[in-house]
């Protein structure tokens, strides 16, 4: 059972496009974090949103988490070949230990030039 | 720059074979884990350890033991390697409790034949 669905699995578009990514749960989460992988390496943190109903932006990136914190969106403003690469959610449950985090099935995006 | 290193890239294994895919860190994180990653499934985890000599099962610990001899190091091992278990492995840290970000380094691509 996938904790965290994320949709669409796979999105092609052109550059110029605008995107957007949700990740949806039926659990609440303490926080949601949004991750990006280029080919060939680990993740790496794009951002971290805590607070219910919380939107942070990076540049051409929206991310917003959902009010009753069960779900998140990644809106991308024009994208670029650059954006290019696969989009991981990944939450950490209510009074969980170790740092554990549960990770969903990824959003491959690739922005054609 | 904080830096996770895995020992290999990419390996190929024969069935029935011993392997050990070694991870390194140098934040002198408390936290590591390892993960599976497959094509539509996400990061699936394995085994984390929360401290030197310390472990836990993650999701998917069958087939898999781990070995955390010293704070910065954290082997995975695979006691008899089988054609299921060709995947990427993605060795990662984290500062938990003092944040839920995880480190990842670049992954090692396993193929069992």
């Known amino acids: 059972t996938q904790l965290l669905e994320q949709s669409p699995q796979f999105l092609s578009i052109q550059e110029g496009e605008n995107l957007t990514v949700y990740c949806n749960s039926s659990?609440?989460?303490?926080?949601l974090q949004w991750y990006r992988q280029e080919p060939g390496e680990g993740p790496v943190l794009l951002v971290t949103v805590v607070t219910g109903g919380e939107v942070k932006k990076l540049k051409r990136l929206t991310f917003q988490f959902g009010d009753a914190r069960k779900d998140s969106s990644l809106h991308i403003t024009a994208a670029q070949p650059g954006d290019t690469g696969l989009y991981l959610c990944?939450?950490?449950?209510?009074?969980?230990?170790?740092?554990?985090?549960?990770f969903g099935q990824g959003t491959e995006l690739s922005v054609k030039p | 720059d904080v830096k996770v290193t895995q020992s290999s890239r990419y390996l190929v294994k024969r069935t029935g074979e011993k392997v050990f895919l070694e991870c390194v860190q140098d934040m002198d994180h408390e936290n590591m884990f390892w993960y599976r990653q497959d094509p539509g499934l996400g990061l699936r985890l394995i085994y984390f350890s929360y401290d030197v000599k310390m472990k836990e099962k993650g999701d998917i610990p069958e087939g898999y033991s781990v070995s955390r001899e010293k704070k910065e190091r954290f082997s995975l091992i695979l006691e008899s390697a089988s054609t299921n278990q060709t995947s990427m492995y993605l060795c990662?840290?984290?500062?938990?409790?003092?944040?839920?970000?995880?480190?990842f380094g670049p992954g090692t691509r396993l193929t069992v034949t």
């Open positions: 990944a939450g950490e449950r209510l009074g969980n230990q170790g740092g554990k985090l549960i």
């Open positions: 659990s609440v989460f303490s926080s």
């Open positions: 990662a840290s984290s500062l938990w409790p003092g944040g839920y970000e995880q480190y």
